[in-house]
């Protein structure tokens, strides 16, 4: 009788008895391999923090002041005819009914199902140095801060544009005062990240500058929001320290934040200082951000269009005097667009759900789904690659209108394709921080489904069990040993110890890569993908050169929550298009367990909860499939994977 399974507590999640000496040992690591300047900068934000100097810094205001400086709108805007054009029959009513579901109250975050519109935090309000990043009153931050973003703000505005309807200013002034009087300047949790703050000035002036001229934007109305922005623009430089030691798109978009300020006030005392800063840490940030080969420092789809979005943006605004992108960012931002377009599938736009997602989604000039990707990367070859493509969405017309030429380089990743299938062999190599810990991951498609898939995200900040836990090896499709992450996790979102990557091989039927997560034991693995028809076969390979008497291997796959049947290590899948074998073969006592959303449906194994879960969009997750087998076994060892697709 098999034994009763037991529930397992989440990947490296806090551990009571963890002595001080891992945790010396952990910040000594991460000092090292952050960097000594990263990690010196943080801990002079923690500082500054601690001692309560950014209260200075950033004074609480109970309101913003009416400034002497006028507004002045971004222009060079799309008319509605070209507008009409973009959008067709189809999106225009698309944008009118998002717009006309933000106007009954209602907004959609990280792509999702509506949701009430709340802009008024929890009173009292405190200065933001008082507040943590995570859980506020028991709820994820991210909640309070992605309406806070506006990007609701800009379908208002776009559909004001497309239609000239008045009531979409009406709503957009009604959501917007009501914002400004319950956050006020520096308190509440609105304030606490200066990346939130940048974002919320992008949208705030994107949706001022077409609404500019409507009765509803009265002058008394303008010189308030633009106060505000002159606050926006005011709290981003103090913390930039923070933004430095992170070397991700917090850099970024603060930067384009400043330069966004700049450009539309002009005439404040630091509106030079803000240009000034804002073209440093910009094209500063592109050039060591971006690899050569387009690859992002922070190996996530959803940031690298993140990323690709405020370039696209801060380009806009260099279009209006503006001094913008050095030849060197441009170089990069081209074969940054190379690498997502070389990342989408053909049939859906869709791209992998690699590394982090936090939903982010800050232009959402588009009626597209938000996992939609053609948008961003037709705009941003448009933009960086000299690409003549048509334009097929409303993204381009608002930051891409004008091709530019650049210097272009061919997508890296490790694809192939077969008719309607094609792969991908995940084989990174970081100079930045991983976000999850999946060497060697493999995702396949068919038909424009995600057939073996990453697990995602769902959530970052949670009660209890399900802070960050899908970023661990054990959710991704690779090969675990003896039970140990390929990384070693030292906190919500850290890694340490990286498992770095070798490309072996690459042809138009076969791909191979090995990496060294597990070098502490001495055990290299290695993996190729190749394919012949409608066959893919995945082999993996541990090699050892020190004496290593058995391992303990557990190789997986999350799969989509379709009817299933299990035979051995032989799992048949009745897809919409017809059935999908899956078979694991090459040792000898393999054992194979099937888990969806938390439960054991076959064989024996834990239960862990964590597991049988896809996530698409940061707060969803949905049932799948977790087809994993295990078998213990001498190195050298070779498992082969294959899976067989029905006929096109």
Not at 9 to 32: D, E, S
Not at 315 to 330: E, F
Not at 593 to 606: I, K, M, Q, Y
């Amino acid at each position: 009788m098999p034994a009763l399974p037991q529930r397992h507590t989440a990947p490296g999640t806090t551990n009571p008895a963890m002595n001080i000496t891992a945790r010396i040992l952990h910040l000594w690591k991460a000092f090292w391999q952050l960097g000594p300047r990263a990690s010196l900068l943080y801990v002079l934000y923690q500082l500054a923090v601690r001692l309560r100097l950014y209260s200075l810094l950033t004074p609480a205001r109970r309101a913003a002041p009416l400034p002497q400086t006028p507004f002045v709108s971004l222009a060079g805007w799309p008319s509605e005819e070209e507008m009409r054009g973009a959008l067709g029959v189809d999106g225009r009513r698309a944008l009118l009914a998002e717009a006309d579901e933000i106007l009954a109250g209602q907004v959609r975050l990280f792509g999702g199902s509506p949701v009430p519109l709340d802009l008024r935090p929890a009173s009292p309000l405190w200065h933001w140095t008082y507040y943590k990043t995570g859980l506020f009153g028991g709820r994820d931050i991210k909640f309070i801060w992605e309406p806070a973003r506006f990007g609701w703000a800009t379908v208002l505005a776009r559909a004001y544009h497309a239609s000239g309807d008045e009531k979409y200013a009406e709503g957009f002034w009604l959501q917007t005062e009501s914002f400004l009087t319950a956050n006020p300047p520096n308190q509440g949790p609105n304030w606490v990240s200066a990346q939130e703050v940048a974002l919320r000035l992008i949208c705030l002036v994107f949706s001022l500058s077409l609404l500019k001229n409507s009765p509803h934007s009265s002058e008394a109305r303008i010189k308030r929001v633009a106060a505000a922005l002159a606050e926006h623009a005011r709290r981003i430089p103090p913390t930039l320290l923070y933004a430095r030691a992170q070397g991700n798109n917090h850099l970024l978009t603060e930067a384009a934040g400043l330069l966004t300020a700049a450009a539309v006030l002009p005439s404040d005392s630091q509106a030079a200082r803000w240009r000034r800063l804002g073209l440093k840490w910009l094209n500063r940030g592109l050039v060591n951000q971006i690899a050569a080969d387009g690859t992002y420092t922070q190996h996530s789809a959803n940031y690298h269009r993140l990323m690709l979005h405020t370039a696209l943006w801060a380009n806009r605004l260099s279009q209006g005097g503006v001094r913008g992108l050095t030849t060197a960012a441009r170089t990069r931002l081209a074969a940054a667009a190379e690498w997502l377009a070389g990342l989408l599938d053909p049939e859906t736009g869709h791209v992998p759900n690699l590394g982090p997602n936090d939903g982010a989604h800050i232009l959402p000039f588009t009626t597209q789904p938000f996992d939609d990707f053609r948008p961003t990367a037709v705009a941003a070859r448009r933009a960086f690659c000299g690409a003549a493509d048509d334009i097929v969405d409303e993204l381009s017309l608002w930051v891409a209108p004008q091709v530019a030429g650049a210097a272009t380089a061919p997508a890296p990743h490790l694809r192939l394709t077969s008719g309607r299938a094609w792969g991908l062999l995940r084989a990174a190599r970081y100079t930045g921080r991983p976000g999850h810990a999946d060497p060697l991951h493999v995702d396949l498609w068919w038909r424009g489904l995600n057939v073996a898939r990453d697990a995602g995200t769902y959530l970052y900040n949670a009660k209890g069990e399900w802070a960050n836990v899908l970023m661990g090896a054990d959710v991704h499709n690779t090969l675990m040993v003896n039970g140990r992450q390929p990384m070693t996790r030292a906190g919500r979102f850290l890694w340490l110890d990286w498992a770095q990557a070798d490309v072996l091989e690459q042809t138009k039927t076969r791909v191979a890569a090995a990496q060294d997560g597990y070098r502490a034991l001495g055990v290299r693995h290695q993996r190729a993908v190749e394919v012949s028809g409608a066959v893919w076969r995945i082999t993996d390979e541990l090699h050892t050169q020190v004496p290593v008497t058995r391992c303990k291997l557990r190789l997986h796959w999350l799969l989509p929550d379709w009817p299933w049947t299990l035979d051995g290590t032989t799992l048949t899948l009745q897809s919409p298009h017809g059935a999908v074998r899956v078979n694991v073969g090459g040792a000898v006592g393999l054992g194979a367990s099937l888990t969806r959303a938390g439960e054991l449906l076959a064989g024996v194994g834990a239960v862990v909860y964590w597991r049988g879960w896809y996530s698409p969009t940061y707060s969803v997750k949905e049932p799948a499939l977790s087809f994993a087998v295990e078998v213990e076994s001498s190195l050298p060892i070779a498992l082969t994977t294959e899976f067989l697709f029905p006929g096109d």
